[in-house]
Antibody, heavy 119, light 108 residues
Framework: QVKLVESGGGVVQPGRSLRLSCAAS????????MHWVRQAPGKGLEWVAL????????YYADSVKGRFIISRDNSKNTLYLQMNSLRAEDTAVYYC????????????WGQGTLVTVSS | EIVLTQSPATLSLSPGERATLSCRAS??????LAWYQQKPGQAPRLLIY???NRATDIPARFSGSGSGTDFILTISSLEPEDFAVYYC??????????FGPGTTVDIK
């Protein structure tokens, strides 16, 4: 069965960096685009970034453009989110999610990892 | 950026009742709309895609309709496990992919 497991969250000071990982199993990871979506405490869902199945295309929300980098290692079935220059407003649960084709719906989600940006 | 609005913000109903949730887009999005369900402490789950297609393993009591700017999610008869937050999302014009603010369906 499809499984997505995020890791790497934690407490980090403003201005510092953090890298999240999403380990995929149960499907051919190299055949699917992947997204990061976040949810601030008590708030709604906010799309963060998308990477194509082969890493050739990436897209970002304006709120993270220039600070976050989405990448993937298909040999390790792993998705990454490098988060730099973190701000308090980046505090959220970060979910990785699979899409069926570029720009399609998010059909499987991980359970999320919490990132808290605080001094 | 396409903005999605959802109404009502909260819907208080009893098990067995019919739930009708609305999502409106700031510009036409054809049928490029999905609905997700999220329970406390859990990840969202895809319910409906392309406005009216049920995702895998989604019960028939969930249905979606609409096109253009106005969309409806209907739960024909609420089961106890259906009390949750429901989000709509568009993929007509991206990036960004945008979500609505959510509708909470709680027990009356």
């Amino acid at each position: 069965q499809v499984k997505l497991v995020e890791s790497g969250g934690g407490v980090v000071q403003p201005g510092r960096s953090l890298r999240l990982s999403c380990a995929a199993s149960g499907f051919r990871f190299s055949g699917y685009g992947m997204h990061w979506v976040r949810q601030a405490p008590g708030k709604g869902l906010e799309w963060v970034a998308l990477i194509a199945f082969d890493g050739s295309e990436t897209y970002y929300a304006d709120s993270v453009k220039g600070r976050f980098i989405i990448s993937r290692d298909n040999s390790k079935n792993t998705l990454y989110l490098q988060m730099n220059s973190l701000r308090a407003e980046d505090t959220a649960v970060y979910y990785c999610a699979r899409e069926e084709f570029l720009g399609s719906w998010l059909d499987y989600w991980g359970q999320g990892t919490l990132v808290t940006v605080s001094s | 950026e396409i903005v999605l609005t959802q109404s009502p913000a909260t819907l208080s109903l009893s098990p067995g009742e019919r739930a009708t949730l609305s999502c409106r887009a700031s510009q036409t999005i054809s049928t490029f709309l999905a609905w997700y369900q999220q329970k406390p402490g859990q990840a969202p789950r895809l319910l409906i895609y392309d406005a009216s297609n049920r995702a895998t393993d989604i019960p028939a009591r969930f249905s979606g309709s609409g096109s253009g700017t106005d969309f409806i999610l209907t739960i024909s008869s609420l089961e106890p496990e259906d009390f949750a937050v429901y989000y709509c999302q568009q993929r007509s014009s991206w990036p960004p992919f945008t979500f609505g603010p959510g509708t909470t369906v709680d027990i009356k």
